[in-house]
């Protein structure tokens, strides 16, 4: 029976992703940690435990506590808060990589799942239907980071036998846990705001295309990826995984088709042109092909759910 440790389970992808694998593997087989408290269904479900990821040493006596096998190694600096730290930033997302690899090699623990991002990719990428290898050149602290990231599992993978995995995560939605500093957070935002105020002021132009997925599907892929024979998988340093693609404008229109008095205005910020750098649609057919990615939601299926969810969060 695998024994799983979570790094950063109180972030976005982690407070779902953590429940899930507790419904899957069993609550006493997954173990949850973040650097601050998590949610209570979270702490009451399950064993937890407080980590800061650059604490290497209290995460391995973790993994022997545990007699841990399998690691999500969720904690990061998103694009936009990245952008406004970007030494420390740097530190969180590398430091914290390199150490966790080390340590997973050294400790032998069988799997290691890490995530990427469409944030790889950069002004010389095409653009349209991006496919898996292609130029990449990212101008971001967080992109470059995760470029970074995606050659040292690569190499931990080919030089030492760790067995990595990864997924290239365009923007995610969903409404358990609010995103925090990206720049594809508008299209969690844009939901609640229709709820609170029928109103929402976006921070990305009206017709800025970018790769998006709701949650339960990026939970899915994630799960699947790590479950599937390392024999089937071709991509050693990260997967393409695509989703759908929209810009605010579609997302305001879909909304509006439930609350009709829902009114937009743009201001574009600093996120702008870190959004005009990264591709409007992914190219995933490899991970269609290795380990059977596939998705369940569009843009009406998500919309639908993210608005009958934040009515209840709030009561109405
Ligand atoms: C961000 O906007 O920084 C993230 C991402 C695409 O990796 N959501």
């Known amino acids: 029976m695998d024994n799983?440790?979570?790094l950063g389970c109180a972030g976005q992808i982690g407070s779902e992703l953590t429940l899930e694998l507790r419904r899957l593997y069993g609550d006493s087989h997954v173990v949850a940690s973040d650097i601050r408290q998590a949610d209570k269904d979270i702490l009451e479900s399950g064993p937890f435990e407080i980590l800061n990821v650059l604490e290497v040493q209290k995460v391995s006596d973790v993994v022997k506590k545990y007699n841990i096998t399998q690691i999500y190694h969720l904690a990061a600096i998103l694009s936009g808060n990245a952008e406004k730290n970007p030494l420390p930033s740097w530190d969180i997302n590398m430091k914290?990589?390199?150490?966790?690899?080390?340590?997973?090699?050294?400790?032998?623990v069988g799997r290691l799942f890490w995530p990427s991002s469409i944030a790889v990719f950069g002004p010389s990428t095409p653009c349209k239907n991006t496919p898996q290898q292609c130029v990449m050149d990212p101008n971001t602290v967080y992109g470059i980071s995760k470029l970074a990231g995606e050659r040292w599992i690569a190499y931990y993978n080919k030089r030492y036998g760790v067995d990595t995995r990864s997924v290239r995560y365009p923007g995610l939605i969903s409404y358990k846990t609010e995103a925090g500093g990206g720049t594809t957070d508008y299209a969690?935002?844009?939901y609640y705001e229709a709820i609170k105020n029928a109103a929402y002021t976006c921070f990305l132009s009206e017709k800025t295309y970018l790769p998006m997925m709701f949650m339960p599907d990026a939970i899915k892929a994630t799960i699947d990826l790590m479950q599937i024979d390392a024999a089937k998988l071709s991509v050693k340093d990260s997967y393409n995984i695509g989703g759908m693609s929209f810009c605010p404008d579609d997302v305001f229109k879909a909304i509006q088709k439930y609350i009709p008095e829902f009114k937009i205005a743009y201001q574009p910020d600093f996120r702008q042109s870190i959004a005009d750098s990264w591709p409007q649609s992914i190219n995933d057919d490899i991970a269609k092909h290795d380990w059977g990615l596939s998705y369940v939601y569009d843009l009406d299926k998500m919309t639908e759910v993210m608005l009958t969810e934040i009515k209840k969060k709030f009561g109405k």
Not at 96 to 108: A, F, R
């Open 188 to 190: 969690v935002e844009i």
């Open 96 to 108: 914290g990589l390199l150490d966790i690899l080390e340590m997973v090699k050294e400790l032998k």
């Open 4 to 6: 799983i440790l979570v």
